[in-house]
């Protein structure tokens, strides 16, 4: 009887324990989530609900014009830069794929001179900070020869400035990407490879035809993290570019922001609709972001 | 790892090695390696786009007198220790609530990852709103009969207003590298605690923090990085004021190089960041087990 009881005790103990897990999850869950509910219903309100000096949650009214009005603010082309950043975006990240997984495959796969060298020197450029070298970057960028009116020398124009290469190509070196592949093409048994040369396979054969076929969750991995990336990156699009034909949506928004401070209802409204295509891949494809931080952080 | 391999790969198995590695490459030397050669060389000159001429130490030597870089600096330091105990704090809090098996677990974690997703300009402009005079604060604190607070525009608060910001931007994702740290732990060391009649703090502070000091090295270290390297929510938020309390190096680096033209006294204050960084870095391949 006695057990009977402690048995009970014990089970009502676990039922609290649970229960106040929860309860702090919520509480902490909601802080969490209060930035973005406040920016949603923020959204709807109409300018005069904005300043009004008694706060409530919910809008008073419902005012679905700002999502109307905020986008046709004169002198803004938001499906312009809608476009932009999705021309940036598809170009960045199937380009950085394909070169990361050739470097990937190469430096754990192939053997040759420097191999080691050359490894570890594109783990260092990880941990150049990219505001501290993109000085040169821009100066290099102006000084592409034959473009932009540059002549052979790459002077007298302004070279790939101001295009959205200038914010594409900065973005194909990713030494994250390169790494995430070398490690994941180390994985595979040397007796693979032996195999398909004595089939007769070329190198480029075994790449394609055997390694990047298996690889398609590292992959979708590098595909998701790299668009996220990409999409919200503001740096390049802020230093590279000077007119608006050429602005990302970040860049608009800031620009935007800049321009309407007191419109605070208008940039949220803006806001929210730039973060629905981040929002729909993360919810889609969540467990690769969390793959891709979990195997990228503590792997020796 | 060594790798049995019985004869030398032969010359033309070398060559398309190289032709695999050419693309990344290219686009690292020009973009990556050069720049870096570039700023150090740039940092000891006066240039301004139009004229150029050496001037030795003489922009480090600026750096000694020029208050604004001094706060700048103190700033990028403050902000880091501001933001890193928290950070990791509430990323582990967060990581051991989640590190259990319950019902809308998933649920859970996606909101706490989510600020992480967010664009820095999304996240800056959300808390430039809440933070302004008519935001969720101020709304609340005249609510409740109080005077209106100028967060960002008082020099006391708006440090800690970037603060705030950062810690819901960065949290979720250090939580994800600790979980993933705390499921790497063998179960059998806890039923082996548990035998020995431990309770739940004493496996937390003899089992969990001890096999977790690695996840949580690598985490310091690469929350480090992140908060010396600062720009996009001062860009944003406060544009480094009010009075330079909230610029930083990289700000500085920005104003200097693309708004004052000062593009040699930029560079030398992009080597300091960049000598910063690599000093953490260093100490990370020391003292770390991480990385090879």
Redesign the interface.
Known sequence: MKNASLRRLSRRRRMIN?AA??F??IV??LV?????V??LL?SFKTDAE??????SWLPLTWNFDNYVNAFSVPGYQWSRYFGNSTYVTIISVAGSI???S??G???AR????F?NA?FI???T?M??????????????MNGIPLLGNNNWMGQGGSGLLNSLWAII??Q??G?FG?FMCRQFYLSFP?SLDDAARIDGC???KI?SKIYLPQSTTLLATLTIVKT?SV?????YPL?MTTTSDKRTV??A??VF?GANTSR?NW??AI?LV??LP??FI??VA?KY??QS??SS??K? | MP?L?KKK?SLE??????L??L???V??L???????I??AV?SMTDYNLTTSSFVGLHNYATMLYDRVFQKALWNTVRYTLLTLLPSLAIGLA?AL??N?K?LGR?L????????H??????AS??????F?E???LN??I??LGGARISWLTNPNLSMFCIVVASL?MVC??YM??F???LQ?IPEYLYEAASIDGANAWVKFFRVTLPMLA??TF?VFITAC?NS??V??QVY?MTGGGPGNTTTTL?HQ??LN??QYGK?GY??AI??V??VI??II?AINYRFG????
Request: charged share 10%; with cysteine.
């Open positions: 649970k897990h929860l702090v999850l902490l869950a969490w989530l209060v930035p973005v406040f920016v923020s904005m300043t009004l000096r008694k706060f394909a070169f990361n050739m470097a495959y190469a430096l192939l053997k040759f001179r191999r050359i020197v594109f783990l450029g941990m150049i900070p990219p505001q501290s070298i993109i000085l040169p970057q821009f100066l290099i190509i900065p194909l070196c030494a390169i040397q070329t190198e480029f790449y996220i999409w919200n990156d503001f740096f230093i970040q860049l928004l800031q922001k605070w940039i949220m806001t730039t973060i981040t929002l993360f919810m969540q972001f969390v931080v979990a952080g503590m020796n | 790798r391999h790969p198995r070398q060559n398309i090695g190289y695999f590695v693309p990344s490459g686009i690292y020009v973009f990556i390696i050069i720049p870096v570039w700023t740039m967060l609530l989640i259990r319950f998933g859970f974690r996606a909101v706490f990852y989510m600020p997703i967010l664009s820095l300009v999304v402009l959300a808390w430039n709103y809440i302004s008519v935001g969720i709304q609340l005249r609510g819901w979720g994702h994800i590298l979980l993933s740290g790497a690695p996840t690598f990085i010396f390297q720009f996009g944003i990289a680096i920005y190089a693309f593009m930029a560079s992009a080597v960041l960049m960084i690599l870095t087990n991480g990385k090879e």
